[in-house]
């Protein structure tokens, strides 16, 4: 991070203490956690029980504007990952309608064979959701890697292209950091799966109601 980069300085406290003009005495503690999200938590755990006076804060609240905007920025990107899904589900409609529209024979011929509109309507249910689940399968495996990548292959744009995304002087980092999130990937995925899957109703239930003397008519 480009502010502890430029203005974090490490020394000895023999040394902080001639420096600063004062004695050998700890003023302040820092903790490391094995679990860094647990800090505000390890916080108020600490202003509960120490006696006396102290100051306690935590890395979430030395740059809370920062994070605030991180956690607003994944609420967006996700609400526009399920946009973009939504147009591919708006897709699976289409292209299902379509195949519908084609098939009035085949449906027709079907049905004065013996099918009842819950099969013709679980076809065309279970076409889409291969459909979907194919998708989410490959967004999911290309995502995954492209995450697992991602600091290996900008740096090589950036080099082709002679470009820099993220100015060490503009923002607050200079790299673009990757941390999958398996609970992300999961949630998204699902919502994917799901989308697809309500995608496939209304053109399943059309194709249902096919009636089969109207679409023989003109055979």
């Known amino acids: 991070m480009y502010e502890y980069d430029r203005g974090l300085a490490l020394i000895h406290i023999k040394d902080a203490a001639k420096l600063f003009r004062m004695d050998d005495a700890v003023t302040g503690v820092r903790l490391k956690l094995d679990d860094m999200f647990r800090a505000p938590f390890i916080v108020e755990e600490l ?17 809370a504007n920062f994070f605030r905007a991180l956690r607003t920025e994944k609420r967006i990107m996700f609400i526009i990952i399920l946009l973009i899904v939504a147009v591919a589900a708006f897709n ?30 679980t076809i065309f249910m279970v076409q889409g959701v291969l459909i979907g689940l194919i998708g989410t399968l490959v967004g999911v495996s290309g995502g995954v890697l492209l995450a697992l990548n991602v600091e ?11 470009i820099q995304f993220l100015p060490a002087d503009v923002y607050y980092i200079s790299d673009l950091p990757s941390d999958l999130r398996w ?12 989308l697809s899957l309500l995608a496939t109703i209304y053109p399943a239930w059309r194709a249902s ?7 023989l008519r003109y055979e």
Not at 47 to 59: C, H, K, N, T, V
Not at 96 to 120: F, N, W, Y
Not at 153 to 161: C, G, L, M, S, Y
Not at 209 to 215: D, G, K, S, Y
């Open 47 to 63: 202003a509960r029980e120490l006696p006396g006076s102290y100051f306690l804060s935590d890395w979430t609240r030395q740059h």
């Open 92 to 121: 699976i409609v289409s292209t299902l309608v379509m195949v519908v529209t084609d098939k009035q024979s085949d449906i027709a011929i079907l049905r004065t064979l013996g099918s009842t509109p819950r099969s013709i309507m």
């Open 152 to 162: 290996t292959i900008v740096p090589v744009i950036e080099q082709a292209f002679g």
């Open 183 to 194: 609970d992300d990937v999961t949630r998204v995925a699902s919502m994917s799966f799901v």
């Open 209 to 215: 109601r096919t009636q089969p003397a109207e679409a």
